[in-house]
């Protein structure tokens, strides 16, 4: 008996030097997964977290982690809230991703929040788009800046030349563009008494973009509303508009998409595109203030300023982007 013992073990304990290692893979392998496990649970758990905390007390819309409300809101976001105001009252919160927003669905509410509170709403909410990829040449636009001193200067800057004695010496400029749309509208209706489609469109586009410009650099773009560089301009400022939708651009609410590079790279190129027809409308500028040829302008004003000089950086390309966007951006 002991002699088949003795001769047992040695194989027994061969097999078991022969397991071991599979086993240690095994646990070396299950190491792994939990700690991949640990990571990916973080990963979702800072995802799901909230630029700013639940607010207590205000009716919240339930959504799915990470995403939030997005999907429930859609494409037709206006009209949903609409909708679930009906449900949740005038004031509520959503969560788009991981931005909490306060909704305000009546007279009464907004006037509570934007306007015996204005001082409390001076500021605006950076997004990665728009903040971190559009803008990272040309600076903040004015609307679009958290409050700090510079975008106190620039909006003080701008308040001047828009304010209520400004607005009425733009009057010949609304005048001109609008008696130019009004004959180009009367020529394509011809002399017939047949009815004629019409498309009258374009022609407020270019009424709107000539009167930033003209405002903005002295400058307005003459002939078809075909012309190249005004239907450049309008393009890429549609394209902007779409990237800064809490409705078409999730990367901004979602971190994680951030991955996938489409939304990114499309954000590169029409920064690059704005970038090229912007400094061609200031060059042609500084060449009129330097032959003594320019229109009295917001953005000639500020080159011609001693004091503001010295915010010609990204300050002051904020300052000028206004006058290609302040009415641009409601024709798209």
């Keep these: 008996m002991n002699d088949k013992v003795a001769e047992v ?42 630029d700013v905390p639940f607010i207590e007390h205000l009716p919240s819309i339930p959504g799915p982690p ?17 909708e679930l105001s009906k449900k949740y009252g005038p004031v509520f919160q959503i969560r788009l991703g991981n931005k909490r927003f306060v909704v305000a669905n009546s007279f009464e509410s907004i006037k509570q929040l934007w306007i015996n509170n204005q001082s409390s709403l001076i500021s605006r909410p950076t997004l990665h788009t728009f903040h971190n990829v559009l803008s990272s040449s040309q600076g903040f636009t004015i609307g679009t800046s958290p409050w700090d001193e510079s975008c106190k200067r620039r ?20 005048d001109l563009e609008s008696h130019v749309s009004i004959k180009e509208l009367v ?11 019409l498309d009258p469109y374009p022609l407020f586009q270019r009424l709107a973009l000539n009167l930033s410009l003209t405002l903005g ?8 509303v075909n012309n190249e560089l005004l239907r450049e301009i309008i393009n890429v400022e549609r394209g902007i508009s779409t990237l800064r939708s809490t409705s078409n651009n999730w990367q901004d609410f979602v971190p994680l998409l951030r991955i996938f590079p489409r939304r990114t790279n499309e954000a590169s190129d ?4 704005r970038d090229v027809y912007l400094e061609y409308l200031l060059q042609k500028l500084k060449d009129r203030i330097a032959m003594g040829t320019h229109v009295s302008c917001i953005t000639g004003n500020i080159l011609q300023d001693p004091e503001c000089k010295l915010t010609h950086g990204k300050e002051f390309f904020a300052t000028k982007y206004l006058s290609s966007q302040t009415s641009v951006d409601h024709l798209m």
């Design 9 to 50: 073990l040695p194989v027994a304990a061969a097999k078991f030097r022969a397991i071991t290692p599979l086993g240690d893979r095994l646990t070396s392998f299950s190491s792994w997964v939990v700690i991949c496990g640990a990571l990916v649970l973080l990963i979702l758990w800072l995802s799901d977290s909230t």
């Design 66 to 82: 990470m995403v939030g409300n997005l999907v429930q809101l859609g494409t037709e976001q206006p009209r949903r809230l609409a």
């Design 155 to 174: 909006r003080k800057a701008a308040a001047t030349a828009l304010n209520r004695p400004a607005v009425v010496s733009y009057m010949p400029f609304v």
């Design 187 to 197: 020529q394509q209706l011809g002399n017939s008494d047949a009815q004629v489609d």
């Design 217 to 224: 650099y002295g400058f307005r773009i003459d002939g078809s």
């Design 270 to 273: 029409l920064r690059h595109r």
